[in-house]
């Protein structure tokens, strides 16, 4: 039994759905995670970046941050973190649950230059 995290809305079950899947892809034994010490790096950079950009440091609210976790997420898993098929749409289009499905290989990581 493994706890993913906390959903924060309903509009977060997308984040949760990812969560899941980086889970099961870990346990799977598909990547593995980095040491400790670079985690812990990590987790200070990012927590310097939210007290340095965001009222809701004191509340260790992600919710700003919640695209760039997803995209922590699928390059961890291997997967490409830009989700849209140009950049037009990933710079203007809003995120939802589709852009985030099965990497199923039809990103080839060239999209970016349509």
Known sequence: MAFVGYIESVSNLHTAELRCK???RLLEGR???P???EMFSQIGQETEIMRKTTRFYRRHCISTFSINHSDEICEEMGWNSWRKKSWLAEVFSAYNNQDYKEDDGDYDGDHHDE
């Open 22 to 24: 980086w889970l099961a």
């Open 31 to 33: 990547f593995k995670l």
């Open 35 to 37: 040491s400790v010490e």
